[in-house]
């Protein structure tokens, strides 16, 4: 199937530990990110990659650190985890690039982390 | 830095009546997009709008891009319980590549 895909599903863990999530899509897009979605259902862009350059960093603390090791992957390692950590991190891809940004964006299923 | 603000942030309906939300941006956008997510499920895209006054539309799902291009709205015809999720309006600045979501109207509709 095409699909974004991004894994794990879920994720408990506990304050202080790292974590990291990954993400791949197969569908041939060159612009992928990590949306943040709290509890109230508010989706913030964390970060975004086109053809693994960094072009969105948004104020996000620096125990994010995203990774792209080519245009198809954006993982997710996070340092130091704390309790407002708990979300929903959706990753997406859209065919953006630098000339048009109008390309509809495609979610994966989203990890749940959860720091108790 | 740019602000999209979509109202109501809920709305609780019969099955059948019709369904509104509305999404208002501080700054002229390039484009507006609309979002659906079901619960427990990712957001998945419903449409693009592009032009100054564009009317979108999709069975019973209407969606409108103001003249000024910095409002849009999404109206739903005679509900069915298979529209419950939360609707979200994404709109991008003229000139910018980001994206920003509102906040979304999460929508129930009563059998």
């Known amino acids: 199937d095409t699909a974004v895909s991004q894994t794990p599903k879920y994720l408990v863990t506990q304050m202080g530990n790292d974590k990291s999530i990954k993400c791949e899509q197969n569908l041939g897009h060159d612009t992928m990110y990590w949306y943040k979605q709290d509890s109230k259902k508010f989706l913030k862009i964390m970060f975004s990659?086109?053809?693994?350059?960094?072009?969105i960093n948004e104020t996000v603390p620096n125990r994010f650190s995203p990774k792209s090791p080519d245009k198809a992957h954006l993982n997710l390692h996070i340092n130091s985890l704390e309790l407002g950590d708990s979300a929903v991190y959706f990753c997406?891809?859209?065919?953006?690039?630098?000339?048009?940004?109008?390309?509809?964006?495609?979610f994966g299923n989203g990890t749940r982390l959860t720091v108790t | 830095g740019q602000q999209v603000m979509q109202i109501p942030q809920y709305q609780h309906v019969q099955e059948g009546e019709d369904f509104t939300t509305y999404c208002n941006s501080s700054?002229?956008?390039?484009?507006i997009q609309w979002y659906k997510q079901r619960p427990g499920g990712h957001p998945v895209f419903l449409i693009q709008?592009?032009?100054?006054?564009e009317v979108k539309k999709q069975k019973r799902l209407t969606f409108q891009f103001g003249e000024a291009k910095k409002n849009s709205s999404l109206h739903i015809t005679a509900t069915q319980t298979t529209d419950v999720g939360t609707y979200f309006c994404a709109g991008r600045g003229a000139g910018s590549y980001q994206l920003t979501f509102g906040k979304g109207t999460k929508l129930s509709v009563i059998p």
């Open positions: 700054t002229t956008l390039s484009n």
């Open positions: 709008l592009v032009k100054s006054g």
């Open positions: 997406a891809s859209s065919q953006d690039h630098w000339e048009t940004y109008n390309s509809p964006l495609h």
């Open positions: 990659y086109n053809n693994k350059e960094l072009i």
